[in-house]
């Protein structure tokens, strides 16, 4: 016999009719929209609504094309004619309904954003921060507190082993190979029929024990680590890895400086203060983290980063700004990298202190200046990964083209050398992504930190300018940036590469 839910719950104990309740809630709740892209997080203002109600309109529209166009193909397919005529009906039906339903939803959260904007403006005005649930008080000691102490391997140990699990029939395996040469192999200890992933993840953490800034006048540590430069240079493009394989060697090959090119995709130790871990490092380190542990680990970098910087801003000058920024720009790369963290510094000083102003005019105004310079990275960083594709597909060409013709040889080399250039400008527009987003955030968290007093956050905002205004000073200390070193490097051994002198 089916009973009604309201006779379960008379007949149930009193706690087991709640669990019951709960639990059809949740039955409930999981029949949302929300795996369409519909809804999402508390709507906190009319301007938030406002978006929903496109985005949810545009999501609904498409998923109603989508129905129109795929219901009567898959009808088709599986019950012929009659199928077909199904699913016309049913993708007519969902190509009305769907765009309706996503209107309907983008309403209601403009509504919900309506309702909730005095108490958006309350609340900023107070200067509180949302944290996920509610209105409050940011207050960094406290965060740290929390987070910084957590071994996120622990908190996620069953999210780890879960997705390890998943991948492991999903991964192709390399079949054990005969090659010429196993001196790369060796150096790297790894196998000939290790994975890319695992070929990173040996060459990070041997590189690391390596370098050289951890191994001051240890000639034989340093030549070790270019050979791992090298070894992992090779092994990890599959053209020259390829024919290592089979001849035990490669072709002339302009190899980029280890300490550098280390740098440019792991980042480097003199900046960790700073900057923290480079999410491109924290995935060396295991392919199989989770998500929700990648986002935990980059929360902790970005309140360890606000930590450093708080610290930092006690006690900095003019004098000492200029000391530490002359240190970390010692190199092209360290003084491009500088220059990235001097501009957010610089930035989000004068945000603040243009927030506190007359009606914040100038601080909206710089915001929405740091808004269009964050969509203009990320679209040089799409342009990038379409070159260095555009790059390799060259260079796989002209080393078969070369196997039949040695004359071709030369051009071979030349665009590998491109090739190889090219992935580095893509690196360094991941590093700038990686390391702008986090110290952004690190700084959001220093001059809203309720810990110490409105007096106290508007002196962070004058030295971080102070700061901000030093790094910015040793960006072109060098007479060449990086990129133009490393053309250089390239055309010294004779191999022009055509290199793009806007990166």
């Known amino acids: 016999q089916v009973w009604p839910a309201s006779c379960k719950a008379r007949t149930m104990p009193a706690e087991e009719a709640r669990t019951e309740a709960r639990t059809e809630a949740g039955t409930e709740e999981s029949l949302d929209l929300s795996a369409l892209g519909l809804g999402g997080p508390p709507v906190r203002h009319i301007g938030h609504g406002a978006l929903r109600l496109v985005k949810n309109t545009a999501v609904g529209v498409a998923c109603g094309v989508g129905t129109i166009i795929a219901a009567p193909i898959i009808g088709a397919k599986e019950g012929g004619a009659t199928g077909f005529a199904q699913g016309m009906v049913n993708g007519i039906c969902g190509g009305i309904a769907l765009p309706l339903i996503g209107v309907a939803t983008g309403l209601k959260d403009l509504c919900e954003g309506v309702a909730a904007t005095p108490a958006f403006v309350e609340a900023t005005s107070a200067g509180k921060e949302w944290d996920g649930e509610k209105w409050a008080f940011y207050d960094l000691t406290k965060e740290g507190a929390e987070i910084l102490e957590k071994d996120p391997a622990e908190e996620f140990a069953a999210a780890r082993q879960k997705l390890k699990d998943e991948r492991a029939g999903q991964r192709e395996e390399r079949t054990e190979a005969q090659?010429?040469?196993?001196?790369?192999?060796?150096?790297?200890?790894?196998?000939?029929?290790?994975?890319?992933?695992?070929?990173?993840?040996?060459?990070?953490?041997?590189a690391l024990r390596l370098h050289p800034d951890k191994n001051p006048g240890d000639a034989r540590a340093a030549e070790k680590f270019q050979k791992l430069g090298e070894a992992?240079?090779?092994?990890?493009?599959?053209?020259l890895r390829a024919q290592y394989d089979k001849q035990g060697s490669v072709d002339e090959v302009s190899f980029v400086d280890s300490s550098t090119f280390f740098a440019m995709v792991f980042g480097s130790e003199?900046?960790?203060?700073?900057?923290?871990?480079?999410?491109?490092?924290?995935?060396a380190q295991d392919e199989?983290?989770?998500?929700?542990?990648?986002?935990?680990?980059?929360r902790q970098r970005e309140v360890k980063c606000a930590t450093n910087l708080a610290r930092l801003l006690e006690t900095v000058t003019a004098d000492s700004a200029a000391r530490l920024a002359t240190t970390l720009s010692a190199t092209p790369f360290g003084a491009e990298l500088v220059?990235?963290?001097?501009?957010?510094y610089e930035l989000a000083g004068y945000k603040h202190l243009g927030r506190n102003k007359a009606l914040g005019i100038e601080g909206h105004f710089l915001s929405l200046k740091q808004k269009a310079h964050i969509a203009g990275t990320k679209l040089e960083t799409v342009r990038d990964?379409?070159?260095?594709a555009l790059k390799s597909q060259q260079a796989s060409s002209a080393e078969k083209k070369a196997a039949d013709d040695q004359n071709l040889k030369v051009l071979a080399e030349a665009k590998h050398s491109e090739a190889m250039l090219s992935f580095l400008e893509v690196m360094w527009r991941i590093t700038v992504v990686d390391v702008e987003s986090t110290l952004r955030a690190a700084c959001h968290k220093v001059l809203y930190d309720h810990a110490v007093s409105h007096e106290a956050r508007l002196k962070r905002a004058r030295d971080l300018v102070v700061l901000g205004e030093a790094f910015l000073a040793c960006k072109n200390k060098h007479p060449?940036?990086?990129q133009q070193s490393l053309k250089q490097q390239f055309a010294d051994t004779g191999r022009n590469a055509s290199f793009s002198e806007d990166a």
Not at 276 to 283: A, D, E, R, V
Not at 288 to 298: G, I, K, N, T, V
């Open 385 to 388: 990964f379409a070159r260095v």
């Open 232 to 239: 992992y240079q090779v092994l990890s493009n599959p053209t």
């Open 179 to 206: 090659v010429k040469n196993r001196e790369y192999y060796d150096l790297l200890q790894v196998e000939p029929h290790a994975s890319d992933g695992q070929i990173k993840k040996a060459y990070y953490k041997l």
């Open 339 to 344: 220059g990235v963290c001097g501009y957010v």
């Open 480 to 482: 060449l940036t990086w």
């Open 270 to 283: 003199q900046f960790d203060e700073l900057v923290g871990q480079l999410k491109l490092s924290t995935y």
């Open 288 to 298: 199989d983290m989770p998500s929700e542990e990648l986002a935990f680990r980059q």
